[in-house]
Each structure stands twice: as C-alpha cells, then as structure tokens.
C-alpha cells in the first residue's frame, strides 16, 4: 500500500496546492510525450503573445509529462501523470543544465466512487497538485481545460475535515521519532489577525487518540470530536481560551500539514497514499 | 377580457417559446457592414439630429479653401466640435474619413485643428481603404507639419485592424519604406511595416545598410527579425535575443475612445454581444486563475492532431469555427465535431441544434461537469468574494435557460445546483433567472428533491413581497406546463415513451403532477390570506388552474385536481370581475374534462387504470352547487354543503341586517358585478334612477345575460351555458344545477 519511496521523493517537503479536476475527456496515457510537446508550444506561445516574433533564441521552457504508477489505491485507479516544467539556464554553456521551475501532478486514489459513474472516453484524476508560481499553473491548467474539457477548481479543506485530519494522522504508526503536532488556530473578528498556535508531542497526542478511539480501523465524528474538545479543555486549563471558538488553520502533524487554503506538505511517503486517499475523496466530493 | 379568453381557445397544448427561440437567420457572424447597419438601426431618433450635424461639418470641411482661424471662425468651432464629439462618443461612420483625413493632412488648417481632427478620428465600424490611400499620398507631399505626419502614423498603427481591406495599403510599402530615414518618425515607420510586411516584402531589403547609420533601436530590431523570419538567407547579422518590447504604444490618443465606441456598440446589438461572451475575456479581474467566469469559444479539437497524424483525420472532420449557418450544418452534419471545450455550445444556437440530433451522453457529461463545475464557483449568494460580479452570473444563468428553451429540457447540473443553493437563497438576487431556471427541473428529479426545492421556495415565498409571489406562481405554471408538453411529446411518440420513461413511469408522472399542484394549492391559499384576497395574485393562482382543469382532453393525463376551497372561495367572491368571470371559465373546463372522463369510463376505453376518484366529482359537484346558488339560484347559504363553504344560519344571516340577503351574490348583486348591472339599468331603464336592481328580472333577466356577454365575460357565457340547466323560458328564475 505505500508507494515507493524513490519516486516520490520529489513530493516530500513541498508545498502542494490542491485542486479538483472533473474528468478528462479523450486523455490517453499512450501519447503523453505529444501532449508535453503540445502543452510546450502552448506555454511558449502564451508567453510571447504581444511580443515581436523572436529570431534565434531557444525556447526557455521545457516540458515532460509523464507517468506515476505508484502513485495510485487499486488497479482501478488511473495511474498518476507528473507535468514539469523546466527552465533551460539562459548561460547556455552546458545544454543539459535544467531547473525544475514548476511541477503539478493529477492523481487518484481509491476514486472508485467517480469512476464508476464514468463513461468510457473520460479518465478520472480527480485530484491536482501544483508546486510553483501561479503563472505555470494557470498556463497548464488552462490547457488541459482547453484540450480535455475539464474544470480545475482549489480545494479549500474545512475545519472540521482538519480536525479528521488531526485525528487520523496522530493514529498513524511513524518510525522515526517526528517532530510534534501542532494546531492553528485563527480568532475571528479581530482587527489585527491573531493566531494561536497549540503544539502538543507526538506521544501524547497519540496516546490521547488510543484512549479515545474504540475499535481499531473505524474512526467516528464522535471520536474525532472528542479527541479535539480533549485537547481544547487541555489549552482551556492552562490559558482561559476557548480554542472551541476560534477557527483551525493548518495541522501539521509527522505525517503531513495542511492548511485551510487547501495547501499541503507531506513529510513521510510511508502514509502517503492515506493521506492522498483522504484528499481523493475531498476532490471528489467537491465535483459530485 | 375578450382578448383572454380568444387567447385561451387557440392555446395549443405545446407552447414553444418563441422569444426565447433563437432567430437563425439572425444569427450570422456579423459582417462589418452589418455591424455599422445595426448600430445606425438603434440608433433612436434624437441621433438625427446629431447625424445631420455631422454632415453639416464635413459639408463644411470640404468646401473650406483657405486657411481659418479657429479663434475668429465660430462656424470651424461648432462643426469641430461636433466631429470630436460624435467621433469620441460613438465613432464616425466610414464615408467621412476621406474628407477628414484629407483635412487635417493637407496642411489647409492650423496644426491645432489638424491635430484635434486626427485625435478624434474613432471609426464607428470600418476605414475605407481608399480614404487611407488617400490620406497616404497627403502625407508624402509633406504639406503637413512632422508633427501631424508622426499623430498620422500613430493613428494608423492604432487603427490599422480597423481598415477594410489593405490590398492597396500593401502596395504603398516602398513609400512608407522610404521614411525611414526620418529620425522622428522612425519607430513608427517601423511598427506600421512590422504590421504590413509580408513574406515577398523581404526580396526587396534594402535596410542591410540601415544597420549601421541608425544603430540597433529595438523598433528597428524587430523589423530585422521580421525580415530574417520571412528571409533567412538574405539576414546573415545576428539579434540580440533577449526579450523586450520593441515598439513604443501608439494607440493612447484614442485608446479611450475606442474602447468607448467599442462597448457603446456591443450594448446596442443584442447579437455581437452574445457572440462576444464566446470569444472574449471580461475585463481583467484580479481573481485566481481558473475562477473566472468565461464561457469558452467554440474551437475545433487540438487532439485530432495528436498522434495520429498517419490516419490524416483532421482533413475529414468540418471545423466548428467555420459553422456560421444553418445550412452548412445541414452539410455538415456528418462530419462535425463538438468543440474542445462543451461550454461553448451554449452561446452557439448552431451547436445546440447539432447537440439536439446527436444522442451522446459524453456530450451532457462533458456539459454537466463544466456547468455543475462553474455554478458553484461562482454563485453569487454561495461564496462570498463574487457579490460584485453579480451581473456576470445573471448573464450566465440567462444564457443557461435560453438554452433550456432551445433544446427544450434542463440541464441536470442546473437542478442540482438549484438544490444546493436554493436553501441559501435570499430571493432576490438574479431573482428572475433563478425562478425561470426551476421551470426547467425534470419531474423525476423534482420528486426526489422536493424537499431542497419546495421547503426553501415556500419559506421565501410566505415572507417576500407580492410581486415575488406572483413570479414564483409564474414560474410553478411553466413548470407545469414544461412537464405536460414532455408528456405530450412522448405520448406522441409512443414506441419512445417505454425508452425514455425507464425511470418515470405514468403512474410517476401523475403522482409528480399532482404533487405539484397539491404544493401550489396550499401555498396559493396561504398567499391569498396574507395579501387579503389580492386580485393580482388571484389572477396568477387562476391561471395556474387553467392548465391544471384542462390537463385531461389538453394533454391527456389521466388526472384533474380541484382547486382547494382557499382558491375557489376567495375566486367566487371577489370583488373583480376578472377574478370570477376567470373562476366560471375554469370550471367549465372542468365540467367539459370530467364528463369526457366518465364518458370513457363508461364506454371502456383507454386509460382503466387510472379512474379519477369519485372525491374529484364529490368536489367538483360541492363547488357547482355553491357556485350555481351563489350566481344563479340564490340559495348558497342553504344549499352550499361544502365544509369550508358559505353556509349559514337564516337566523345569523338576519343579523346582519342586510336585507334581501339570498341574492346578495347572484350575477345582479354580486360585488364583482353590480357594476355591470347598474350600467345595465342606466341603458334599460334610462328614466328610473333609482338603480332598482330587482327589475332585472323575466325578460330583462335574459337582456341582461346578453348584456354580460356583450361585455366580454365569456368564462361566465360558457358557464352559463354549460352547468345551469333552464329549464323553459317560462321559468328562468327557476334553474337546476346539472350534476356530472
């Protein structure tokens, strides 16, 4: 269930904004290398439209889309494709000298819930991730819109999703000793923004989450809820706040950290494929 | 009222949208002379006089010889000042270019007036070319000042996409060639010729020895490159390669104003707007990337040309941004694709024809994710941040149901959405697109989704305005009437109906139906108590019982409903004529629909399965028996056995005091017609006046129904005639109510 932890690599310690993707129409893994040719001649079009025609110079940006197969739930999963983008370094006195400038990948895991309902002629890579300036992303995104008639869309994840996260992520078995988990919380109303930041160790927060959670491999709102009001009592104890009344930002935990505006960072690619499972399921939830 | 009622007769149980059907012939890319047609159709009649004050002004510079002083010539003020002004506010129509042009470049008139002239030279449509030529020969006698040659050459950089044609234009190369050695007007020499050369022009390089005199200016540069582009033999020299812009901005003097005219003339052609919505972007916002609401433009699909380029494919296949009219889609037809993008049939009536014949679900697929997709990113009551763009929605959400009524049925990503947000509605905003778009929910969605529906509808419905009432009666109607033309279209095609009724079976539809009209009766009764019996709303909640009494013979369903005693009572005893005159129509049709039931229930034909329940013709005789005592027979407070109906104590009655209380509601007293009768009796009986109503009676009794008939209250002719039975002449008072 974990995928291998070489080729995704380049995903740890990044920070990825989510999308969701409806299906694409006619996308077929077969001509991958076309449509990094294609969305190449694209970018460098948009980027010179206004501008005098160019005589001599190279293009700057390289693009390869490729194929992830680790990166899925089941076989009924679409394999993952990876988009980068590439900057040739303008000192062209080594040719292979390449700067990744701009990566995004779209994903499904466990998705079965979209692609059931799907026919034939549509994939579905329900969830996008992008790393890098704004700039690329819209100039790919608006590609592949254009080119499968699909629709991007940011996926914003709420606060009570943030606190399934909390409480699933302490429940993960982690083999190295992680730094700890901490909350964010932002208080609403205020005229100068003010956030609350509430760390607690990863043995503790563990050892609270057992307590609460019952039977092993199903988890509850009630637990979830319970888990958290256990931890705001804790912070009420000590500081008089009511974290109950104020809005959570960001987890982070060993495994990941997210933040409400729907960008995250994964640091281990043991439970990468949960976390990514969790996120399918969002961006399905948010097309559906 | 006569007008109603004729209406009513030759209603036809399929009602098409007319307005809403998009006018093909109509819909061509306009050309543009066509654009400039429009533009001057719209234009209203206090542009008249403006237009002649154009003429007036380039009547005046024509004829104008020598120099004039701008400060001493009043009339080379006034007709300046027109040319600015119609110039910068709508654009000047082609013909007066040549004029104006020939003006301001000859030198006639003071470089201030020239200058003036050039800065409002916005075209409204086109350039003639030929007035450019023209103003191109000007330039190269050089009887103008460089100042007014270098606004010249700005303007025609600014304007070049405007010229009609530029064959000739083409053909004048080698003179605008020749002012490149004109330091001041260099740049812009540059730039019209990067805008003009084409690949032949490069045989005739002559600017390899311009490099070194002028240096390498980037205006300069960009032409070279252009040259080495088209000729990469003749261009051994090397260019700088770094990016950067090489002209300078020409168009600012106008920018403004074209920009002005621009807009001016979209709000005026209802067609170039809709077009524009395909093809051009908003005004830039700073939102995020994807989250901006754009309908896509209509383009053939890229992915032919990927990868399977030994099948040649591309060659068979008909662009969709060639399809311009009906009969190349005709033509067509079999080797058309969908554009790349779903989105944009919307704005393309074409399109939504071709989408009509083709029964592909990855086309409403493709739609549904785009539409469901774009619906909740930028509802306006949904996410905050949009509020400003509000417009922008109902614009959207208008050219959605446009498209409902073309094709005729909803788009399932629209229902859900209308699920999603109605609950969150405030009803008001993009109110009537949002009430227009329910009338096109599917009756088998509409039954699952009552809840998310009727709930929220009936809650803002209880608490807003009268005027919101009424529109949202109006839209339940369509509705109605939406889900009944369905029906009738598939019983029309009977072989079809078990195909596409897979989940809608008869008895579906009949229980959908009536669930509806259960929804509208109840909510029509408690409109009418809190608005006090509003004979505006009646009518509304009336004409949504002229569908609902007809639904047997119109559209052959097996169903009718009586209207509940909230409706009828407040119906009978209204103040208005409308109201009753409406009230005695329905229930005639009521009457002719029932007995045609029975009829066939007795001779066993069709339609066994669904007898309509001996309560529909219980209710149904409650309600003539009220009515006929009510109009006609004057004994409604005996005989009325309806539970919520008007009957009443002799002794409760009596203490109202009102004397001759039994007819108080017959077609003489009743309030809604009292008036009638009093108008009667003025022309029957001019020298009473009295106004002794009980003179109508006998003979004058039977004048008097000619007299209402007269009056156009034919809902109450048809009634009369079809429910009271009178029995002789002799006894007209005395009338038996007929019970079906």
Not at chain 2, 707 to 736: D, M, P, W
Request: a neutral charge.
């Amino acid at each position: 269930e974990n995928a291998d932890p070489q080729k995704t690599a380049f995903i740890l310690r990044k920070q990825w904004t989510l999308y969701s993707v409806t299906p694409l129409y006619k996308f077929s893994s077969a001509h991958l290398k076309d449509y990094g040719r294609q969305l190449g001649a694209f970018i460098a079009a948009e980027k010179q439209k206004g501008l005098a025609v160019e005589v001599g110079v190279e293009l700057g940006i390289k693009v390869a889309v490729s194929s992830l197969p680790d990166l899925r739930g089941s076989d009924q999963d679409h394999a993952a494709v990876l988009v980068q983008l590439s900057l040739k370094s303008s000192a062209s006195r080594k040719k292979t000298e390449e700067k990744l400038v701009w990566s995004g990948w779209f994903c499904s895991v466990a998705g079965d819930d979209l692609s059931v309902n799907v026919l034939e002629d549509f994939t579905c890579l329900p969830l996008f991730l992008a790393n890098g300036a704004e700039s690329y992303t819209s100039l790919v995104g608006t590609w592949f819109q254009k080119t499968f008639d699909c629709c991007f869309r940011r996926l914003v994840i709420s606060p009570l999703i943030l606190t399934w996260m909390a409480a699933l992520w302490t429940g993960y078995k982690v083999d190295k000793t992680s730094s700890a988990m901490e909350l964010v919380f932002s208080v609403p109303c205020l005229p100068q923004p003010l956030d609350i930041s509430y760390a607690i160790h990863t043995e503790d927060a563990k050892a609270l989450w057992d307590a609460v959670q019952k039977t092993p491999g199903e988890i509850t709102q009630e637990e979830v809820d319970v888990f958290m009001d256990c931890l705001y009592s804790h912070f009420h104890r000590h500081f008089k706040i009511h974290l109950s009344a104020t809005k959570l930002v960001k987890v982070s935990t060993g495994i990941a950290s997210a933040h409400c505006d729907g960008i995250i960072k994964f640091l281990q690619s043991q439970h990468l494929i949960r976390v990514l499972m969790l996120l399918t399921e969002l961006a399905i939830s948010q097309i559906q | 009222m006569q007008r109603r009622q004729s209406s009513k007769h030759s209603k036809q149980p399929l009602r098409v949208h007319d307005s809403n059907q998009t006018d093909l012939s109509a819909w061509r890319k306009e050309g543009s002379i066509n654009t400039e047609k429009t533009v001057q159709n719209q234009q209203s009649l206090s542009d008249d006089s403006k237009h002649n004050s154009l003429e007036q002004a380039v009547r005046f510079f024509e004829k104008v010889q020598d120099r004039v002083s701008l400060k001493k010539s009043e009339g080379l003020q006034k007709h300046l000042s027109t040319v600015e002004s119609i110039g910068l506010e709508r654009g000047l129509p082609p013909e007066v270019f040549d004029t104006l042009l020939t003006v301001a470049l000859s030198g006639k008139l003071a470089d201030t007036v020239n200058t003036r002239l050039l800065k409002s030279l916005v075209p409204a449509s086109v350039i003639p070319e030929s007035s450019v030529v023209s103003s191109v020969s000007w330039l190269c006698v050089s009887k103008c000042t460089s100042n007014v040659q270098l606004l010249f050459l700005r303007w025609l950089i600014t304007m070049f996409d405007f010229i009609d044609c530029k064959e000739q234009l083409h053909a004048l190369y080698g003179f605008f060639f020749s002012f490149i050695h004109d330091e001041k007007l260099c740049p812009y020499v540059c730039h019209l010729l990067y805008l003009l050369t084409k690949k032949e022009n490069g045989k005739s390089i002559q600017l390899y020895e311009l490099k070194k005199p002028l240096g390498m200016q980037p205006h300069l540069q960009a032409l070279l490159s252009l040259y080495k582009v088209f000729r990469p033999e003749l261009m051994s020299i090397t260019l700088p390669g770094k990016m950067k812009t090489y002209f300078k901005n020409s168009e600012a003097p106008w920018k403004a104003a074209i920009n002005a005219v621009r807009r001016r003339n979209q709000a005026n052609s209802p067609i170039s707007q809709a077009l524009c919505l395909g093809t051009t972007q908003p005004p830039s916002r700073k939102r995020k990337w994807n989250a901006q609401l754009i309908i896509p433009a209509s383009s053939a699909n890229t992915q032919n040309l990927v990868g399977n380029s030994e099948k040649n494919s591309a060659n068979d296949f008909f662009p969709v941004e060639q399809l311009q009219a009906f009969t190349q889609l005709v033509e067509n037809i079999h080797c058309l694709e969908f554009p790349s993008q779903m989105g944009s049939v919307l704005t393309n009536p074409l399109l939504l024809h071709y989408m009509n014949c083709i029964k592909d679900e990855s086309i409403y697929l493709r739609l549904y994710y785009w539409m469901g997709q774009t619906l909740q990113e930028e509802c306006t009551w949904c996410v905050v941040e949009n509020s400003q763009y509000e417009q922008e929605f109902k614009d959207f959400l208008e050219i959605i149901y446009k498209a409902e009524c073309f094709l005729q049925e909803g788009f399932s990503s629209c229902e859900e959405f209308l699920c999603r947000s109605l609950p969150l509605w405030d009803g008001s905003c993009c109110r009537s697109q949002i009430l227009r778009l329910m009338s096109w929910i599917p009756l088998s969605s509409f039954s699952e989704m009552k809840s998310h529906i009727c709930d929220p509808l009936a809650q803002l419905f209880f608490t807003s305005s009268l005027y919101f009432k009424c529109s949202v009666l109006e839209c339940l109607k369509e509705l109605l009437q939406n889900w009944l033309n369905w029906h009738v279209v598939r019983l029309d095609s009977e072989s079809d109906y078990q195909f596409c009724s897979q989940n809608t079976t008869l008895s579906g539809l009949v229980d959908g139906i009536a669930e509806l009209i259960h929804f509208v009766g109840w909510i029509s009764t408690v409109a009418l108590r809190l608005e006090n019996n509003c004979t505006f709303l009646l009518y509304f909640i009336l004409d949504f019982y002229e569908i609902v009494c007809d639904m047997y013979l119109k559209y052959n369903l097996p169903l009718l409903i009586m209207p509940p005693a909230g409706v009828f009572y407040p119906a009978l005893l209204s103040m208005d004529s409308v109201s009753l005159n409406q009230l005695c129509y329905i229930m005639y049709r009521y009457r002719t629909n029932l007995v045609a039931a029975k009829e066939n229930e007795l001779t066993k034909k069709k339609k066994q399965q669904f007898k309509f329940s001996s309560q529909t013709y219980q209710e149904y005789n409650q309600y003539i028996i009220a009515m006929v005592g009510c109009l006609w027979t004057s004994n409604v407070f005996q005989k009325d056995n309806h539970p919520q109906g008007v009957r009443l104590d002799d002794e409760l009655l009596k203490k109202t005091g009102v004397q001759e209380f039994k007819n108080s509601f017959n077609i003489v007293y009743h309030p809604a017609m009292m008036g009638y009768a009093a108008h009667f009796l003025q022309q029957a009986c001019p020298d009473d006046p009295t106004f002794n109503f009980s003179l109508i009676k006998g003979k004058k009794w039977n004048w008097y129904l000619d007299y209402l008939y007269a009056q156009g209250l034919e809902g109450l002719k048809l009634f009369v005639e079809s429910s009271i039975n009178r029995v002789s002449q002799a006894s007209q008072n005395k009338a038996r109510n007929v019970e079906v």
